[in-house]
């Protein structure tokens, strides 16, 4: 808790003081209203706010609809299978590197309008549209949407071999509802009341997220989030109190948000049970829900799928001219300039990842061993301990945190970075590993205990090895979240130290294609080697026990 907590209640304290007017570093000692008047003085505050609300909702509420229709209209069949194998591995993959992706596949000059071009729109150049950095933030939402929604559809997989769905559904079914419909009013309330937290982690993740607004956001003006950023990046130090007075206004938008979403869930639970009391069967919806849901599950997947191999092509494009399909030849250079200079940067990050993932898995086995030896199950409140750092926007609580580093002599470097880290990598880790933990059968420790084991033998000897998959693949699932930190390597690290999505990120003021491309692999290949370790170390381990391998 310590390790997780602590610097979240610390970085509030460092952000709300310096929002006040307390900030020493730059001589001002008074409290005052000064950082809230400039703030307020901004003109685009009315529509960062605005952004930071309407991309936050859309994005969640698209992500959890086409989770829900997903699921009612699909699940147990074999095209439900399919997508599902599919949509699991993009979980892992960045979000500067998806949204990359996307950008390179919908923008005016992207891989789509070039396919579709000119034989089918006419155009002969890009045509004058603001497909991506609208002034709307359709296409931000749009990129959270596709990466977050397999985050959701793995948590509700997860609720509901919990959720007595078959039967369930049999008895909607005896009574006259479609498939959807049943599933909605029968199964969705039980699966949704457990996977309430993230989606409000989720909500949370969108309203104030960073690295996707640089990349598909608007910038004139930007979001909340990415404003804040800049203000923290000013050489004027009075511009760190604005910056902390936005990061307060941004936490208060999100708790506000979270209000408001769950006052919707008591609409929508009262609609529901007035739907139930009408007596309306709604059979007919299937033959539109269940396409309109496999049609934007698919479009969500083959969306990433295809922005990963559109950065694909660029790293290794020649010139490529509009309209062409695809370049005209191979170019290596980006590869070899990253080969030459990346070296470090591919270093940096994979240490700040393992070692990150190493302490928390050192905390989480405890703590979850712990709760075993006493049998003490993990209680509601608990579980919102542990999801508190992923609710907390990053940018609340993180320009506090560096300035009370600084304070107290910790500068910028590795170590800062990898306890920042663990404060989001932590929680992952724990939610992926608890179940499994939970679920592996007692009887095999008292067999142990009978043949003279004592509970660390037992620990190390017996269980450990028995989960090892369970435990890579947790730890696959942390390094993934350490690789995708962009805000905490940036202002905890001040800028000084350098990972594959602060590289990547920062190209995209640029516009190098190639490099970008580079950079995007890069980072999704330092995601997908950890998940490639978890499969093959357990089936070489356990290749001569095949109920271990599975």
Not at 133 to 144: I, P, R, S
Not at 299 to 325: E, K, N, R, Y
Not at 376 to 405: N, R
Not at 425 to 449: E, H, I, K, M, N
Request: proline residues 6%; contains cysteine; aromatic residues 8%.
């Amino acid at each position: 808790m310590v390790a997780m907590l602590g610097p979240v209640a610390a970085g509030l304290a460092g952000t709300l003081l310096p929002a006040a007017g307390f900030y020493p570093a730059a001589g001002l000692t008074t409290l005052g209203l000064g950082p809230l008047q400039s703030l307020l003085d901004w003109p685009g505050l009315a529509a960062a706010v605005r952004l930071s609300l309407t991309t936050g909702f859309l994005a969640t509420f698209a992500a959890l609809a086409i989770t829900a229709l997903f699921l009612a209209g699909w699940s147990g069949t074999r095209a439900f299978r399919a997508l599902e194998r599919v949509l699991s591995p993009l979980l892992s993959v960045p979000h500067a590197a998806a949204a990359f992706g996307l950008a390179f596949l919908v923008a005016p000059s992207g891989w789509l309008a070039r396919l579709l071009s000119p034989w089918l729109t006419g155009w002969e150049r890009p045509p004058d549209i603001a497909v991506t950095q609208d002034h709307w933030g359709f296409a931000m939402a749009a990129g959270l949407t596709v990466k977050e929604m397999p985050f959701l559809l793995l948590m509700a997989l997860a609720a509901l071999g919990q959720s007595d769905a078959t039967r369930r559904m049999r008895v909607a079914a005896a009574l006259g509802y479609g498939r959807v419909a049943g599933w909605l009013l029968a199964v969705f309330p039980s699966i949704y009341a457990q996977i309430r937290l993230p989606v409000y982690v989720v909500l949370a993740y969108s309203m104030s997220v960073v690295d996707v607004a640089l990349i598909l956001g608007p910038t004139t003006p930007p979001t909340l989030s990415v404003q804040i950023v800049r203000w923290m990046g000013d050489p004027d130090l009075a511009m760190r109190l604005t910056a902390s007075a936005g990061a307060v206004l941004q936490l208060v938008l999100v708790g506000a948000a979270l209000l408001v979403w769950r006052a919707g869930e008591g609409a929508v639970a009262f609609l529901g049970r007035r739907w139930i009391g009408s007596g309306l069967r709604a059979g007919r919806a299937d033959a539109v829900a269940r396409p309109v849901a496999l049609g934007a599950a698919a479009i969500a997947a083959g969306s990433v799928l295809l922005g990963l191999l559109t950065l694909g092509i660029w790293s290794v494009a020649g010139f490529w001219g509009f309209p062409d399909p695809l370049p005209g030849g191979l170019d290596l250079r980006s590869w070899m300039r990253f080969a030459t200079g990346g070296g470090a940067t591919v270093a940096t990050t994979a240490l700040i990842a393992a070692i990150a993932t190493g302490l928390s898995l050192i905390f989480v086995i405890g703590c979850l061993e712990a709760e075993h030896r006493r049998g003490k199950a993990l209680s509601q409140k608990g579980l919102w301990l542990i999801y508190l750092p992923l609710l907390v926007p990053q940018v609340a609580f993180l320009p506090g945190l560096q300035t009370l580093l600084l304070s107290v002599g910790l500068k910028s470097g590795l170590g800062p970075v990898i306890l920042a880290h663990v404060v989001f990598v932590l929680p992952y880790l724990f939610l992926s590993l608890g179940d499994p933990w939970r679920a592996w059968d007692p009887r095999y420790a008292t067999t142990a205990a009978a043949l003279g084991a004592r509970p660390t033998g037992v620990l190390w000897r017996v269980r450990l090895p028995m989960l090892l998959r369970p435990i890579l693949t947790a730890a696959a699932v942390a390094m993934a979240v350490s690789v995708g930190q962009y805000l905490p390597t940036l202002i905890v690290g001040g800028g000084c130290v350098d990972t594959l999505t602060t590289e990547a990120v920062a190209l995209a003021s640029g516009g190098d294609r190639r490099a970008i491309g580079v950079y995007g692999l890069a980072q999704t290949a330092a995601v997908m080697v950890p998940f490639g370790v978890a499969l093959i170390v357990p089936a070489l381990v356990f290749r001569n026990r095949r109920a271990l391998r599975g």
